[in-house]
């Protein structure tokens, strides 16, 4: 949100009183407290009267990491909620230096200046990450709304980029962007987003987040071209510094106060097809469906019911559709004979002819508007209400629908909506701010179904495919990123949201292979079923035709199958990567600065991807398959046949479609599995070790899961000239292949597994 007018001038019908100078400090253990005026006071103390005053605190909630709280009146109400941060009261090393004072967080200090104006600087090793200086701190009135709003700007330096916000269409570089922290039923080709997340990170190796779950307004070099502003509605703002200095680090951090995504099961790695949005279907269809992929040689995991399951104006009741579904626990069971698991579509919202309206209402268990009734609307389903999660009653009548679909054989759920979610004139059941909830809301819808599974399934299955989210909601994977159009500026479009969601925490994440509105021309097709199975998780589904590749033409089935099988091989390297980050916080699929964070290229690209720490891929975007895709230094090698290329320059390339750049990283060992018809396999047994370009006195630990992420088998790989010596607590059978290695001989040693 923007408060002046250029430069020099305030913008019409706002006040701003701006920290200026250090009044008073207060230093505990825990905390610095600086009393900051509003205007020069210069020890007069006859200047403080009649002058508003803003406190700022300084504290620590782990080792890297400084919160800081600006307040303007501490008497103001803040119903929740708040994030759910694992906040702790730690001691800060805090001393005086000069006429300055200095709050010490492990490598992460916070420097205030007390004299001379105002200025706070974050300082880690010896250099100013970033500072809030002059007009930097503030709290703005609305004069004509009669609104208050807590406000500071951050400095950025020359060359540094900011990333992240959740998934965000727009360009994957924001600097010079607006964004708001809000939820919304937008789509890609949209300045709305359904994973809106506050924070973000920088070139400069620290990221920022704002702990508020209202509509965070965000100036990214947009209005102050120098700073990042950020700001909310109310009279405090409270926001975490995370130093890194390593990006992953900075993720490792900001997951810890979130939390970590949990480990999904191997099996959902595997293909999903949908029966799409609005297209007409029933139990023969299904089945026409699942045979076809059988007998193209085409393995399929998971067969996902989109809502259509259920009748129509009845979303959501949980209650099959008799007309289409007459026997849905045998059809089920039928399903899961062929080897599948089934994903059906839920929602938040209760249609009023649906069955479980009446006794939503009758109990209680709706939201609520101010005046007692059920908060309604038509838009959407008719006369819908939505469950109110912070009734722990409601929670519990939910869950218990759910349950009952686990027990008749469904495996998961593709939790969809959660943010068209009301914030005026309503009430909670325990009296959550409308405003604050409305962001949060995906959370404790998410985490209600994410828990029920785990309840009913079992930890190691427990995944949903998961439509809207906000900080934390990594937590609870797979994310959903969907509602492309079927061509490839959307396409494109859907990767810059997937890596900016990535730059905050979201390890595990999808989209509609092929484009979600209209029918894409098989070429599309075939370039996105690359792209989408060089994906974390990988689904067919689109809105009102349907997506099995022989509707598109035969080419289509193949490169399905082949990308597919290719997969389901790479699994050992995949699973690995997803119990890291499960355990670290670093996505699976990443942007290339995570890696790369030094190579000033790598910091700008939004068409490639790596996926897992050691596999480069640069998705095509166009139909002859001209593509363009950068390396950084060193001997990098094709995956597909071994050519070496020589990074630190672009690359530009002609694919068909059975083929995209995929290439394996400079000193890497990736892991492929024997088996190409499942993802959900002993993946330590007759074991590929694919070794590239390894060069003489590296070494290489590799460790392979199984298939609840613990280690199953390690690999030491160290060379020494023209040997590579390998060293292994695995008895099963593997073979090593050596890639870019001429000369090099091979010698494998057995070790003890205790």
């Known amino acids: 949100m923007r408060f002046t007018d250029g430069y020099w001038m305030t913008r019409p019908g706002f006040e701003l009183l701006y920290a200026a100078e250090v009044y008073q400090v207060k230093a505990s253990a825990a905390a610095l407290t600086v009393l900051a005026a509003t205007r020069p006071v210069n020890g007069n103390k006859g200047a403080a009267l009649n002058m508003p005053a803003l406190e700022v605190s300084i504290t620590t909630p782990m080792e890297g990491v400084l919160c800081v709280e600006l307040t303007h009146w501490k008497g103001a109400p803040h119903r929740g909620p708040r994030f759910d941060i694992q906040r702790q009261a730690l001691p800060l090393d805090i001393r005086r230096e000069g006429d300055d004072w200095r709050a010490q967080s492990g490598a992460l200090g916070a420097r205030v200046r007390a004299k001379d104006g105002w200025q706070v600087d974050f300082i880690a090793e010896g250099r100013v990450l970033t500072s809030s200086g002059f007009r930097g701190m503030a709290r703005a009135w609305d004069k004509e709304a009669g609104k208050s709003y807590m406000v500071d700007s951050l400095a950025l330096d020359v060359g540094e980029w900011v990333y992240g916000l959740g998934e965000q269409f727009t360009p994957y570089l924001k600097n010079g962007q607006s964004v708001d922290i809000w939820n919304a039923d937008g789509g890609t080709s949209s300045e709305q987003a359904y994973k809106a997340v506050p924070f973000y990170m920088t070139s400069r190796g620290y990221g920022v987040l704002v702990d508020d779950t209202a509509d965070v307004s965000f100036e990214v070099a947009s209005e102050k071209v120098e700073r990042v502003q950020f700001s909310v509605p109310g009279e405090r703002l409270r926001y975490y510094l995370i130093y890194g200095p390593h990006p992953k680090q900075v993720l490792a951090r900001y997951t810890a106060l979130t939390g970590r995504p949990a480990l999904p099961p191997a099996w959902s790695f595997g293909l999903w097809l949908s029966t799409s949005f609005t297209t007409e279907y029933d139990e023969q269809t299904v089945t026409g469906f699942i045979d076809g992929m059988a007998a ?69 268990y709706f939201i609520h508007r101010e005046d007692g009734g059920v908060w309604q609307t038509d838009l959407w389903q008719a006369g819908m209400a939505i469950v109110d999660f912070t009734n722990p ?40 701010d409308p405003l604050r909830m409305h962001n949060w809301y995906s959370f404790l819808y998410n985490r209600l ?102 509707l598109f033409d035969e080419e289509a089935v193949r490169v399905l199958r082949h990308f597919t099988r290719l997969k389901n091989r790479l699994m050992p390297y995949l699973y690995a990567a997803a119990v890291e980050a499960a355990q670290t916080g670093t996505p699976l699929l990443r942007p290339m600065v995570l890696e790369f964070p030094d190579d000033l290229t790598a910091q700008m690209l939004d068409r490639q991807y790596m996926l897992g720490g ?110 590579l010596r390998v060293r292994t607590d695995s008895a099963q059978p593997f073979d090593v292949i050596l890639h870019n290695m001429p000369g090099v001989a091979v010698e494998v040693t057995l070790v003890s597994q205790d």
Request: with cysteine; net charge negative; aromatic share 14%.
């Open 296 to 364: 193209r040689d085409i393995p399929l995991s998971v067969f996902h019911f989109d809502c259509h399951w259920m009748r129509g104006l009845h979303w959501t009741d949980f209650v099959w559709d008799p007309a289409t579904f007459p026997d849905p626990r045998g059809m089920l069971r039928r399903y899961r004979e062929k080897g599948l698991k089934i994903c059906v579509w839920i929602n938040p919202y209760i249609a009023q002819a649906g069955d479980l309206f009446d006794e939503g209402m009758e109990k209680g």
């Open 614 to 723: 050691s596999l480069l891929a640069a998705p095509v975007f166009t139909e002859s398959g001209e593509v363009d895709y950068y390396l950084p230094e060193g001997l990098w090698t094709r995956f597909d046949d071994g050519t070496p290329v020589t990074g630190g320059a672009w690359q530009k390339e002609k694919h068909g479609f059975m083929s995209l750049p995929l290439l394996a990283r400079p000193g890497s060992v990736i892991p492929l599995g024997a088996v190409d018809s499942r993802p959900d396999y002993d993946y330590a047994d007759n074991l590929a070790l694919h070794v590239f370009a390894l060069e003489d006195g590296a070494e290489n630990t590799l460790t392979i899961p199984d298939l609840k992420g613990q280690p199953a088998a390690v690999f030491t790989l160290r060379r020494e000239g023209a040997l």
């Open 449 to 550: 179904v994410f828990d029920t599974i785990k309840k009913v399934r079992g930890e190691e299955e427990a995944v949903v495919f998961a439509r809207s989210a906000t900080a934390g909601g990594q937590r609870f994977p797979a994310h959903w990123g969907g509602d492309c159009s079927a061509n490839y500026p959307s396409m494109a479009e859907t990767l810059r949201g997937g890596l900016s969601l990535a730059h905050c925490g979201f390890a595990f994440w999808s989209h509609d292979i092929s484009g979600f509105e209209h029918t894409a021309p098989a070429h599309v097709y075939k370039r996105w079923a690359a792209f989408g199975l060089l994906s974390s998780h990988s689904r067919l589904h689109g809105s009102s035709s349907y997506r099995v590749p022989w």
């Open 393 to 432: 009653a409601a929670c519990a009548w939910y869950a218990g629908h759910l349950e009952q679909l686990l027990d008749m054989g469904v495996d998961c759920f593709k939790t969809d909506f959660g943010e068209r979610i009301p914030v005026k004139g309503v009430r909670y059941f325990d009296g959550s």
